[in-house]
């Protein structure tokens, strides 16, 4: 463990955090749902990211039954074939899930009639206390 060391180097505190899957939102018209939808639904995992496997085990994590991957490269640009691409990679697939940096592409395309769904991702912080006096909130 390095706690040790960045004490030792610093006299800054130490916040500890995690990332926490919260909702799941409809890119065309920001409906949120609970990830509870996800448990037992088969879905599509879309991403353009470093990491897409992580990605796909943590819609698993959530009970999501992945049926389909369709992955891009990290930092993709999308354009309007890449669209149609989806489409087709997914027929039949009742829920595409994608990642919130995904999503912000995506979003200036039509997408309405395609049900596009972003992962939204929290940070929860462990050790509050200690936030709120480095922050000045107490």
Same mark, same amino acid.
């Given at each position: 463990?390095?706690?040790?060391?960045?004490?030792?180097?610093?006299?800054?505190?130490?916040?500890?955090?995690?990332?926490?899957?919260?909702?799941?939102?409809?890119?065309? +018209?920001?409906?949120?749902?609970? $990830?509870? @939808? %996800?448990?037992?639904?088969?879905?599509?995992?879309?991403?353009? @990211? =470093? +990491?897409?496997?992580?990605?796909?085990?943590?819609?698993?994590?959530?009970?999501? &039954?992945?049926?389909?991957?369709?992955?891009?490269?990290?930092?993709?640009?999308?354009?309007?074939?890449? $669209?149609?691409? @989806?489409?087709?990679?997914?027929?039949?697939?009742?829920? $595409?899930?994608?990642?919130?940096?995904?999503?912000?592409? %995506?979003?200036?395309?039509?997408?309405?009639?395609?049900?596009?769904? =972003? %992962?939204? @991702?929290?940070?929860?912080?462990?050790? &509050?206390?200690?936030?709120?006096? =480095?922050?000045? &909130?107490?």
């Amino acid at each position: 463990h390095q706690l040790p060391a960045i004490r030792f180097l610093s006299n800054s505190p130490v916040i500890f955090f995690s990332y926490r899957s919260q909702d799941i939102i409809n890119i065309a +018209d920001n409906t949120k749902l609970t $990830i509870d @939808i %996800l448990k037992e639904k088969k879905v599509a995992a879309l991403s353009g @990211i =470093a +990491d897409p496997k992580s990605f796909k085990n943590t819609l698993e994590n959530l009970g999501a &039954l992945v049926q389909k991957e369709v992955v891009f490269p990290d930092h993709y640009s999308y354009t309007h074939k890449d $669209i149609q691409t @989806i489409i087709r990679a997914t027929n039949g697939i009742g829920m $595409i899930i994608t990642t919130m940096k995904d999503a912000v592409k %995506l979003k200036q395309f039509s997408i309405e009639h395609i049900p596009i769904y =972003a %992962l939204e @991702i929290g940070v929860e912080i462990e050790n &509050l206390e200690i936030f709120e006096k =480095a922050v000045g &909130l107490q």
